[in-house]
């Protein structure tokens, strides 16, 4: 049993200058999953595609981005996520944004050149996000799959000085070349531009 001290000992204070010491490498391995590091986006979570279905960019020669480009995947958040982690796919985005939350996963970093927008000179200068839903099936896009996507979407505009505008931040279906039409007549331009400019100030 110890007797009440005024103040902390000078060995307890000696022990936790040492602790704090200590290199990370020492310290026990964070639990599978939990590499949150990773992100570019504060509250995305990492959830890695292949390295198959991505260009790793070189570090030492940082690519310029001026695009967002905005999709919608056609399939559930879970599955696009298997799909990113399936090498014969050969495709993937850097982020993918749920329907019910607007949760964001992270799946290429920003850095790396994602397999998106089938065109590799738009893939080379943007930054692509899925938003899970169907283009003919409005209810997907709710009012929380907005508002993390304009977040996100707001952050990445301000990290790399991508101006604010439909020039910038535009639909897969207007990559020149793409057959693709989403992210669809529902989705609604007005409101997410709105969004985007609100969190981006
Ligand atoms: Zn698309």
Request: proline share 7%; aromatic share 8%; hydrophobic share 35%.
């Amino acid at each position: 049993m110890e007797r009440a001290r005024p103040m902390p000992s000078r060995r307890r204070l000696l022990k936790g200058a040492a602790l704090a010491a200590v290199p990370y490498a020492l310290l026990p391995d964070p639990p599978a999953g939990a590499e949150t590091h990773a992100v570019d986006h504060a509250t995305a979570e990492w959830q890695p595609a292949t390295s198959a279905n991505y260009t790793t960019a070189d570090v030492l020669t940082p690519r310029p981005v001026d695009l967002v480009i905005i999709h919608v995947t056609q399939t559930s958040y879970r599955k696009t996520l298997g799909v990113f982690r399936s090498p014969a796919k050969k495709v993937s985005a850097h982020y993918v944004v749920r329907s019910r939350d607007g949760n964001i996963a992270q799946c290429v970093r920003e850095a790396d050149i994602a397999w998106h927008a089938g065109n590799w000179e738009y893939n080379t200068r943007s930054i692509g996000i899925e938003h899970e839903g169907w283009v003919d099936q409005p209810a997907y896009f709710t009012g929380a799959l907005y508002q993390q996507s304009a977040a996100l979407t707001a952050d990445i505009c301000v990290r790399h000085g991508i101006p604010v505008d439909r020039a910038h931040i535009i639909g897969h279906h207007e990559v020149p070349g793409t057959d693709h039409t989403d992210p669809g007549p529902h989705w609604d331009w007005g409101h997410y531009l709105r969004s985007v400019e609100q969190a981006a100030r």
